[in-house]
Nanobody, 126 residues
C-alpha cells in the first residue's frame, strides 16, 4: 500500500486548507486512516483519525477547526483545516492500517500504523 499526501501550502492565519491522501493497493475500506503532524523541533503528534466504521477522533487543539473525512470509492482521506493558526505550521502525514470494526485502540499512536505517506508542508503566517 502506498499513500500520497498533497494539498499543503502557505496560508495566512484564519485561512483554510484541504489536505488529501490517496491510497493505492490494499482494501482501503478496511483501514483506519489518520493524520499526524510534525512541527519544527517537535515530535510527531496525532491530529485526527477516521476509523473504517466512520468514527472520528481529534487532537483537542484542532477540534471544531479540522474535519477528517474519507471516500472509500476513491481510496482517499481528507483533512479540511479551517481557522488555521501559526501553531498549526508543520509537515502533515497521512497514515493507515487495516483494522477490525470493533478495534478502536491505539488510533492516536503513530507506532501502530503500518503505512505512511510522505509529508505535505503546511505553513501558517501570522
Amino acid at each position: 500500500v502506498q499513500l500520497q499526501a498533497s494539498g499543503g501550502g502557505l496560508v495566512q492565519a484564519g485561512g483554510s486548507l484541504r489536505l488529501s491522501c490517496a491510497a493505492s493497493g490494499g482494501i482501503f475500506s478496511r483501514y483506519a486512516m489518520a493524520w499526524f503532524r510534525q512541527g519544527p523541533g517537535k515530535e510527531r503528534e496525532f491530529v485526527a483519525v477516521i476509523h473504517r466504521n466512520g468514527e472520528r477522533m481529534y487532537l483537542d487543539d484542532v477540534k471544531g477547526r479540522f474535519t477528517v473525512s474519507r471516500d472509500n470509492d476513491k481510496k482517499m482521506v481528507f483533512l479540511q483545516m479551517n481557522n488555521l493558526k501559526p501553531e498549526d505550521t508543520a509537515a502533515y502525514y497521512c497514515a493507515g492500517r487495516s483494522v477490525i470494526l470493533t478495534d478502536t485502540n491505539n488510533l492516536a499512536d503513530a507506532s501502530w500504523y503500518t503505512y505512511w505517506g510522505q509529508g505535505t508542508q503546511v505553513t501558517v503566517s501570522s
